[in-house]
């Protein structure tokens, strides 16, 4: 598709395409849609990604998206704050929270610490973690991060800041998914879910 | 995905998944990805959608996008005037054009005949097709339609249509594609082919 009938179109293609996971068929195929709708769902759309972007705020404790200066989660008095759960970022939240089974509040790291992508932990929401534990009655710190080399990395530098504070630290479990086979299931993680059993009692 | 974490990314992800293919979970990825990259990226987004939108025009003629009053296949001297191809839609011209094989003009319909969907002949540019090639000199329309049974309804009302117009009128062929197997042709299409058939002199 290289021939576009106007630079306007191409132009929105451009744009569109820009978006992860969006190819240029799709991109078109995307503005054609919004060419033949109604002019008012364009504009509820480029009005929803403006606000998004430019009033947006960030929940000043857990680093949080949020609509007040502290969210939601952070000012329930029905969370336990004595709980707290570090997680790479925003959709993590969403996830755990969606699980109906955590009842703490979270820190948002704001990503891990990558090397190769430039990323050191001073990029990240660290500092302010270690100073929400020193001066909060926090009793357990829970490291919930994806399960790659990097994301170890990061929570072991996390465990290391945080042991001169005399918190308990836990990682949540790794093992077969629930639903999954043992048979096709890898040897790391089969390993991995035989070092972590547990009593069965 | 139920909790969002603050009103104006759950405004954004709902707009975002209006869109055609687009569910909650891609949604919420674009949207946080437009939230993690600049915000000039957002805007150079939204401004050309809504240029798309509210500056789009179209060709007077043939109906296609166009950023003038009469678009440049229409404009050019090099195309083949006599020569009128009749598509459903504008990716369809793209598509034609991008084949490198077609030199003459077009004429956009903007749609095709279906009484399910509620569309009548009176909602597509059929009567400025007529028009055109009445006060033309036209030689050839070739119908480059769908092969569905909606648009064999619409080339066929076409046709009763262009009759007292002493023009002759082509189909586009329709038969086993380049690179496909005949085993696992259809039997529709196979049978096409084989009426289709030409010399192969």
Chains 1, 2 share one sequence.
Do not use: W
């Not at 919930?144 to 005399?166: C, G, H, R, V, W």
Request: with cysteine.
């Amino acid at each position: 598709m290289n021939s576009y009938p106007s630079k306007l179109i191409e132009n929105a293609v451009n744009e569109i395409a820009k978006l992860p996971g969006i190819g240029r068929k799709t991109a078109l195929r995307l503005a054609l849609h919004l060419l033949k709708s109604k002019e008012e769902n364009t504009f509820s759309l480029t009005n929803a990604l403006t606000d998004l972007r430019t009033q947006t705020r960030y929940c000043k404790q857990c680093h949080n998206i949020s609509d007040e200066e502290i969210c939601g989660i952070c000012q329930s008095a029905r969370r336990d704050r004595t709980l707290l759960c570090v997680v790479e970022n925003i959709p993590d939240v969403m996830a755990i929270e969606n699980t109906g089974q955590y009842f703490g509040q979270y820190h948002v790291l704001g990503g891990i610490i990558s090397p190769m992508a430039g990323i050191s932990p001073s990029d990240l929401h660290i500092d302010s973690l270690i100073e929400r534990v020193q001066h909060n009655e926090i009793k357990e710190v829970i490291l919930a991060l994806s399960s790659t080399m990097e994301a170890d990395t990061t929570s072991f530098y996390i465990q290391k800041k945080l042991k001169p504070l005399n918190v308990k630290i836990s990682v949540i479990a790794r093992g077969i998914p629930v639903g999954g086979e043992l048979e096709y299931a890898d040897e790391i993680t089969l390993g991995r879910s035989i070092q972590g059993r547990i009593s069965a009692e």
